[in-house]
């Protein structure tokens, strides 16, 4: 009586090895590189199965938004992706005539600028003579900043020179920008520095 378990006759054994064996070599890259359509290894040949089904975060935002890059003067231009209301992406932007779609290693890394966790949320200060710093409410360190403005301004003032050409100037207080600074940040605090008497405002960018 025949056995209900199927028995493989050994060319059975054989085709199933052989075909391992090709299944295996066709899933290298290098052979896919070098019988395919991809000689230089950087499309098809190179995908793995999971990289298949991987999609870019710049294809599923919700919206783009057209922006610069803060860092320096030179003002590339920025592509910035939002999924869900949240900020996913920030790429070069290819319209804009200054960089052409290009980012330096900086502009590249502004989603971190946005993102990231280490990001200072809170003012903090360290007391003359302190080793730690403390942190402050917003509306404190303004009002120690706008003390000490005042003070700086009183003990500073300059009304003449000394052959009676009128000043009306400080050269207690100064000011010196970050590169993150924008345009109307910038156009801010020139304006306020300047009314308040200060002459010495400058931007780190321009240095
Ligand atoms: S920091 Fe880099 S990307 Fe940003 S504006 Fe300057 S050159 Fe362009």
């Known amino acids: 009586?025949?056995?209900?378990?199927?028995?493989?006759?050994?060319?059975?054994?054989?085709?199933?090895?052989?075909?391992?064996?090709?299944?295996?070599?066709?899933?290298?890259?290098?052979?896919?590189?070098?019988?395919?359509?991809?000689?230089?290894?950087?499309?098809?040949?190179?995908?793995?199965?999971?990289?298949?089904?991987?999609?870019?975060?710049?294809?599923?935002?919700?919206?783009?938004?057209?922006?610069?890059?803060?860092?320096?003067?030179?003002?590339?231009?920025?592509?910035?992706?939002?999924?869900?209301?949240?900020?996913?992406?920030?790429e070069g932007d290819p319209d804009s005539p200054v960089s052409r779609g290009r980012l330096c290693p900086k502009g590249s890394a502004s989603l971190s600028l946005v993102t990231s966790d280490r990001r200072q949320q809170k003012v903090l200060y360290r007391r003359p003579y302190a080793k730690d710093?403390?942190?402050?409410?917003?509306?404190?360190?303004?009002?120690?900043?706008a003390d000490r403005v005042l003070a700086a301004r009183d003990a500073t003032w300059q009304d003449h020179d000394g052959d009676g050409h009128p000043l009306n100037r400080t050269l207690g207080i100064s000011s010196l920008g970050g590169a993150t600074l924008d345009n109307e940040e910038n156009y801010l605090i020139k304006k306020l520095f300047t009314a308040i008497g200060a002459i010495q405002i400058e931007n780190q960018a321009r240095i």
């Open 133 to 145: 710093w403390e942190e402050l409410d917003l509306e404190t360190a303004m009002d120690m900043i």
């Open 1 to 90: 009586m025949r056995s209900t378990r199927q028995v493989r006759r050994p060319w059975c054994w054989a085709r199933v090895v052989i075909v391992g064996v090709r299944t295996w070599i066709e899933g290298w890259p290098v052979y896919r590189q070098l019988t395919g359509t991809d000689p230089l290894g950087r499309g098809t040949a190179a995908q793995s199965p999971k990289s298949k089904t991987l999609t870019a975060r710049t294809e599923t935002a919700d919206k783009v938004a057209k922006s610069v890059c803060p860092y320096c003067a030179v003002g590339c231009g920025q592509r910035i992706f939002v999924k869900d209301e949240k900020i996913v992406q920030i």
